[in-house]
């Protein structure tokens, strides 16, 4: 799961401005369970600190971009 821009306040208690918030926390503990990465761009940790049971991990912007173009699906929220 890659988050860019504003939406890696998901990882983080500063949650007062999100928007359906509700329904990631709805997802939150399976996601959690399955551990599947949260892929966030690279010094986003330093600015955003994760503050959940969740496993984010820092990627370069070209990584990210290579990731999403050879992805064979793409769900945008």
Do not use: C, W
Not at 25 to 54: C, H, M, T, W
């Amino acid at each position: 799961m890659v988050l860019l821009g504003p939406s890696r306040l998901l990882t983080t208690s500063d949650l007062d401005d999100i928007i359906d918030l509700d329904i990631f926390e709805k997802y939150l503990p399976s996601l959690a369970q399955l551990d599947i990465p949260f892929i966030v761009p690279l010094g986003s940790q330093s600015q955003y600190k994760p503050s959940r049971n969740l496993r984010v991990t820092e990627r370069p912007l070209h990584d990210i971009q290579t990731l999403i173009t050879t992805s064979d699906r793409s769900i945008i929220f």
